[in-house]
T-cell receptor, first 112, second 113 residues
Framework: GESVGLHLPTLSVQEGDNSIINCAYS??????FIWYKQESGKGPQFIID?????DKRQGQRVTVLLNKTVKHLSLQIAATQPGDSAVYFC???????????FGTGTSLTVIP | EPEVTQTPSHQVTQMGQEVILRCVPI?????FYWYRQILGQKVEFLVS????????KSEIFDDQFSVERPDGSNFTLKIRSTKLEDSAMYFC???????????FGSGTRLTVV
């Protein structure tokens, strides 16, 4: 079936370095993507989104890149801080209904 | 900043018992959702609700599950006869409308013993 998956289940980075979290999707009909951050014991928190008519979108310290050719999505976090430690999920709207399909998640640990 | 509020934060119940998980979505939102997350696994869609009816549901959302919006503020998920495998974090979410992301609550941890 259709799936959203992540290449790396865990990622450790030094504080101040940049982080890159990757995500693959398989449905070419997907037209909207969101990155969520989930801290321990909390619900997913919206970070940034991108629509399929774009290939890059920037927020505050975060950038999402979308490569539709290879169905790949990435989240770049600049100058990673300890507060960025969390599990990051990409979520995909597959153009049917309003539900999102979530990837498995990547656990980011920032080393002070 | 408006929040989606879920109660209780943790619910322990015996297998076979009914549970009701409660959510108060953001007040001007029109679309409501329940997702669940089994420990260590990904977030899974259960059901979406709009205009006082279910608009979409997943295979997980079988006859043991039901949702209700009994008044203008609450949105509930009922599990009629809980099973051990229903143990998970249950997240409520809501959005105003359109193809946008939604706001999640902090979740209810359901433990079935």
């Amino acid at each position: 079936g259709e799936s959203v998956g992540l290449h790396l289940p865990t990622l450790s980075v030094q504080e101040g370095d940049n982080s890159i979290i990757n995500c693959a999707y398989s449905n070419s009909a997907s037209d909207y993507f969101i990155w969520y951050k989930q801290e321990s014991g909390k619900g997913p928190q919206f970070i940034i989104d991108i629509r399929s008519n774009m290939d890059k979108r920037q927020g505050q310290r975060v950038t999402v890149l979308l490569n539709k050719t290879v169905k790949h999505l990435s989240l770049q976090i600049a100058a990673t801080q300890p507060g960025d430690s969390a599990v990051y999920f990409c979520a995909e709207n597959q153009g049917t209904g309003n539900q999102f399909y979530f990837g498995t998640g990547t656990s980011l640990t920032v080393i002070p | 900043e408006p929040e989606v509020t879920q109660t209780p934060s943790h619910q322990v119940t015996q297998m076979g018992q009914e549970v009701i998980l409660r959510c108060v979505p953001i007040s001007n939102h029109l679309y409501f959702y329940w997702y669940r997350q089994i420990l260590g696994q990904k977030v899974e869609f259960l059901v979406s609700f709009y205009n006082n009816e279910i608009s979409e549901k997943s295979e997980i959302f079988d006859d043991q599950f039901s949702v209700e919006r009994p008044d203008g503020s609450n949105f509930t998920l009922k599990i009629r006869s809980t099973k051990l495998e229903d143990s998970a974090m249950y997240f409520c979410a809501s959005k105003r409308g359109g193809a946008a992301g939604y706001t999640f609550g902090s979740g209810t941890r359901l433990t079935v013993v």
